[in-house]
């Protein structure tokens, strides 16, 4: 999966109760708008849609794919936390070798 590292201005402003779509998605993961978000999400790229939704298009058959925001931010810290971990093990460790 694609890393967040800061989270864009737009979607700080989202509350945690809110939901993006797939064009928003891509966005907030820096992938090109013409990328297939059901490639994205079937090879791991992205995270799992938290629901489904009919399209109300007629000429699009298949689900509109939506995320919680809430959701999306808590992937995010999981993240950014366990890099920062293993940043801490390797600076501990180049430490305690140039004792």
């Known amino acids: 999966m694609r890393k967040v590292h800061i989270e864009p201005e737009w ?4 509350s945690d109760d809110e ?8 966005r907030l993961y820096k992938y090109s708008i013409l990328t297939s978000i059901t490639a ?3 090879k791991g790229h992205v995270p799992e849609p938290t629901d489904k939704v009919p399209s109300l298009l007629k000429r699009k058959r298949g689900p509109v794919y ?3 925001v809430g959701y999306l931010r808590g992937i995010i810290k999981d993240v950014r936390d366990r ?3 293993s940043l801490k093990r390797i600076r501990e460790n180049y430490e305690q070798s140039r004792v």
């Open 83 to 85: 890099r920062n971990a």
């Open 11 to 14: 979607f700080a402003k989202l």
């Open 19 to 26: 939901f993006i779509q797939s064009a928003d998605l891509r």
């Open 40 to 42: 994205l999400i079937r």
């Open 66 to 68: 939506i995320w919680n």
